[in-house]
């Protein structure tokens, strides 16, 4: 009955920009740490970041200074802001939402809720 939907991924230019949204529903939203991880073609899925209920942040070194992450409590959202998006951030990016907030690395085990996937592309 947890339903995780993404959207908001698209094609776009190097440099430009992209907002990622998330709706979570079926879960108390603001107990959750939510999270955006990313797949590209032939590589393990990694974490790009994450936010806890109370707002503590979490960055994948490659996007820190470049995206940003933030979360609406009153609407079940999460939110990722990518800015300066180079051809490397072309992937797959999953929403997804666990129990607890780690500060130092996203483990997908620690998220046990997950969204269909919202394609990014960015081109040369």
């Known amino acids: 009955q947890v339903q995780v939907v993404e959207s908001g991924g698209g094609l776009v230019q190097a440099g430009g920009s992209l907002r990622l949204s998330c709706t979570a529903s079926g879960l108390t939203f603001d107990d959750y740490t939510m999270g955006w991880f990313r797949q590209a073609p032939g590589k393990e899925r990694e974490g790009v970041s994450c936010?806890?209920?109370?707002?503590?942040?979490y960055y994948e070194d490659s996007v820190k200074g470049r995206f940003t992450i933030s979360r609406d409590n009153a609407k079940n959202t999460l939110y990722l802001q990518m800015n300066s998006l180079k051809p490397e951030d072309t992937a797959m990016y999953y929403c997804?939402?666990?129990?607890?907030?780690?500060?130092?690395?996203?483990?997908?085990?620690?998220?046990?809720?997950w969204g269909q996937g919202t394609q990014v592309t960015v081109s040369s």
């Open positions: 936010i806890s209920w109370s707002g503590s942040t």
């Open positions: 997804a939402a666990g129990p607890l907030y780690r500060d130092y690395k996203m483990f997908n085990y620690d998220f046990g809720y």
